[in-house]
């Protein structure tokens, strides 16, 4: 499942925590991956520090503020986030991130998730390429703007020609480790609010709430 939220950040909240970005300084991307990785990956990324970390706790708390994204994610834990630069001539080549992300508790990645910085229109290239049985799909957001998607799937980011690339990624470990349940659960709940929204509490809103809430306690992984 590829769920796209297109609000993570409004338009002013993106370009303040952008210019703030920008002030900071940029360490070589391969520090973070491992052997098979450092091939392929070529961008910079936020140099740990404190100020590092009040900018990911300002993305960790809009996303967990996005009701979208508690739906289709329904984290159990996520991993503070890489916020990552792409100049002209970085990409980042077919990989597929790791099964358990290093900490203390390890955690197991069941999502991934990427959050736009940059506006489309301020740079060439640069689009995330999810890559399935279908074929490819790229996908390029506008500032704000998040895609959530399997961590199982290999995906790479496509050169960047001109301008400059900015984003943060990070990954999720869902109380629902299923894919396909974790589906379910999200068009099951995306039916409740369409319900109550259109017809109130009713029997038919009472039975999928029923049902939602009994799947999700048979599934759920605490």
């Known amino acids: 499942m590829i769920v796209v939220i297109p609000d993570i950040l409004d338009a ?7 210019a703030k970005i920008k002030s900071m300084r940029f360490v070589d991307g391969k520090a973070t991956t491992g052997k098979f990785g450092r091939d392929v990956k070529n961008n910079q ?22 009701n979208t994204f508690q739906m289709a994610a329904r984290p159990k834990m996520v991993r503070p986030p890489l916020v990552a630069r792409y100049d002209p001539g970085m990409q980042y080549g077919t990989h597929v991130d790791n099964a358990l992300m290093s900490g203390n508790p390890p955690m197991r990645s069941d999502m991934s ?5 940059e506006d489309p229109d301020k740079y060439d290239g640069g689009e ?23 961590t199982s799937a290999l995906h790479h980011v496509a050169p960047v020609t001109r301008g400059q690339r900015l984003v943060a990624v990070c990954w999720v470990q869902s109380l629902i480790r299923d894919p396909s349940r974790r589906e379910m659960l999200y068009e099951l709940e995306t039916a409740r609010h369409g319900l109550f929204d259109k017809h109130g509490q009713t029997p038919e809103f009472d039975l999928v709430s029923k049902t939602f809430h009994n799947l999700f306690r048979m599934w759920a992984e605490v």
């Not at 998730?113 to 910085?117: K, Q």
């Open 45 to 66: 990324q936020l140099e740990p520090g404190p100020a590092t970390q009040e900018v990911q706790k300002t993305i960790l708390q809009a996303i967990a503020a996005s």
């Open 128 to 150: 995330l390429v999810i890559e399935s049985k279908l074929g490819e799909g790229e996908i390029k957001l506008p500032a704000g703007g998040l895609v959530l998607y399997p």
């Open 12 to 18: 002013v909240a993106a370009a303040k925590l952008r």
């Open 113 to 117: 998730l990427t959050l736009f910085l």
